[in-house]
């Protein structure tokens, strides 16, 4: 399948074949790296990689991914660059163009990476915006893969807590495109938003998915093969705004007693990370001071258990993130 020259700004610049292409060339690249024979596709390529948010696993899957298949990158952090404040991004990537072979962005805005896609005149890979997160798609896609012997088709991932980010709404579309049993499990005030929802809808009719929206846990999860959950607050968030979220999203908690809801052993959890599982960081200590709380989203108890997969998760935004570079830009 030849994605040569193509963008990744969202889920739905792909079809479900394109997207499981991609599933299967990371899983070729993770075995010839795990083999050390890989083939070096992208020799010779220089990458910028656009970081105007903080990050662990986006930031360190395109270093090694450029650099084990022989491309160099340029880091572009806060204040590198004139992005959006003396430069605007249509003219940026005109810049950026004529010396990269392709851009990752990882940042706020959703017209940015967009405008940048547009312009470029090479691929563009969207990181992170607070609308998508479609490499982190593709991660989640390889692990549920390798951990469930189902067709993609039969399996239910439910994800619970605040649904109105772009994890949520990469999920619900995702899970859309590919036919999935796909649950979206809060508070009414943070589902994903009447477009999010049309959009995944919309797919859906073509695809089979079962999508499901609702507000109780133990429901929401019976029969689910994956319990999927991401942070409710940030260090950038007002400390002001936690108590009206956690107080709401505390029941959406994935705990031990959740798990055994889902009626199936073998449950699995995601989670794209970081994760407020316990009181090791400045935010854990900060909330179970004000709070007495030891977790928010996920308890340690699951965290550090059998069911939980987040790390091989985490590694697999290495071979996936590899696979998107590869196949628009490689030899």
Same mark, same amino acid.
């Given at each position: 399948?030849?994605?040569?020259?193509?963008?990744?700004? %969202?889920?739905?610049?792909?079809? %479900?074949?394109?997207?499981?292409?991609?599933?299967?060339?990371?899983?070729?690249?993770?075995?010839?790296?795990?083999?050390?024979?890989?083939?070096? +596709?992208?020799?010779? +390529?220089?990458?910028?990689?656009?970081?105007?948010?903080?990050?662990?696993?986006?930031?360190?899957? *395109?270093?090694?991914?450029?650099?084990?298949?022989?491309?160099?990158?340029?880091?572009?952090?806060?204040?590198?660059?004139?992005?959006?404040?003396?430069?605007?991004?249509?003219?940026?990537?005109?810049?950026?163009?004529?010396? *990269?072979?392709?851009?990752?962005?990882?940042?706020?805005?959703?017209?940015?990476?967009?405008?940048?896609?547009?312009?470029?005149?090479?691929?563009?890979?969207?990181?992170?915006?607070?609308?998508?997160?479609?490499?982190?798609?593709?991660?989640?896609?390889?692990?549920?893969?390798?951990?469930?012997?189902?067709?993609?088709?039969?399996?239910?991932?439910?994800?619970?807590?605040?649904?109105?980010?772009?994890?949520?709404?990469?999920?619900?579309?995702?899970?859309?495109?590919?036919?999935?049993?796909?649950?979206?499990?809060?508070?009414?005030?943070?589902?994903?938003?009447?477009?999010?929802?049309?959009?995944?809808?919309?797919?859906?009719?073509?695809?089979?998915?079962?999508?499901?929206?609702?507000?109780?846990?133990?429901?929401?999860?019976?029969?689910?093969?994956?319990?999927?959950?991401?942070?409710?607050?940030?260090?950038?968030?007002?400390?002001?705004?936690?108590?009206?979220?956690?107080?709401?999203?505390?029941?959406?908690?994935?705990?031990?007693?959740?798990? %055994?809801?889902?009626?199936?052993?073998?449950?699995? *959890?995601?989670?794209?990370?970081?994760?407020?599982?316990?009181?090791?960081?400045?935010?854990?200590?900060?909330?179970?001071?004000?709070?007495?709380?030891?977790?928010?989203?996920?308890?340690?108890?699951?965290?550090?258990?059998?069911?939980?997969?987040? *790390?091989?998760?985490?590694?697999?935004?290495?071979?996936?993130?590899?696979?998107?570079?590869?196949?628009?830009?490689?030899?």
């Amino acid at each position: 399948m030849n994605l040569q020259g193509r963008n990744l700004l %969202k889920e739905t610049d792909f079809t %479900k074949d394109e997207f499981l292409f991609l599933i299967d060339l990371a899983a070729q690249l993770r075995s010839e790296k795990r083999a050390r024979r890989e083939h070096q +596709r992208m020799a010779g +390529r220089n990458i910028a990689l656009i970081f105007e948010k903080p990050s662990t696993r986006t930031l360190s899957a *395109f270093e090694v991914g450029a650099h084990d298949q022989g491309a160099h990158v340029t880091y572009l952090g806060p204040g590198d660059t004139h992005l959006g404040e003396g430069e605007s991004a249509r003219d940026t990537a005109r810049v950026l163009g004529r010396m *990269f072979d392709g851009i990752e962005y990882r940042g706020f805005a959703q017209d940015t990476v967009e405008t940048l896609g547009k312009y470029a005149g090479v691929p563009v890979w969207n990181g992170l915006t607070d609308q998508w997160h479609p490499t982190q798609m593709l991660a989640d896609v390889l692990t549920m893969r390798d951990h469930s012997a189902k067709p993609l088709e039969e399996v239910a991932l439910c994800y619970l807590g605040d649904a109105r980010n772009n994890t949520a709404n990469s999920l619900l579309v995702t899970g859309a495109l590919l036919g999935l049993d796909i649950r979206i499990c809060a508070p009414s005030s943070l589902l994903p938003s009447a477009e999010v929802q049309d959009i995944a809808e919309g797919l859906s009719r073509r695809s089979g998915a079962r999508i499901r929206l609702g507000q109780d846990p133990s429901a929401m999860v019976d029969g689910a093969d994956f319990l999927y959950t991401d942070v409710w607050v940030s260090m950038g968030e007002p400390v002001s705004d936690w108590d009206e979220r956690i107080t709401e999203l505390l029941p959406y908690q994935v705990n031990a007693a959740l798990l %055994k809801s889902t009626g199936n052993p073998d449950v699995k *959890f995601l989670h794209c990370l970081p994760a407020l599982h316990n009181t090791e960081t400045q935010l854990g200590r900060q909330l179970h001071d004000k709070w007495g709380l030891t977790a928010l989203e996920v308890t340690e108890e699951v965290f550090e258990s059998p069911a939980s997969i987040v *790390f091989d998760e985490a590694e697999n935004r290495l071979h996936t993130i590899k696979a998107a570079m590869v196949a628009t830009i490689g030899d």
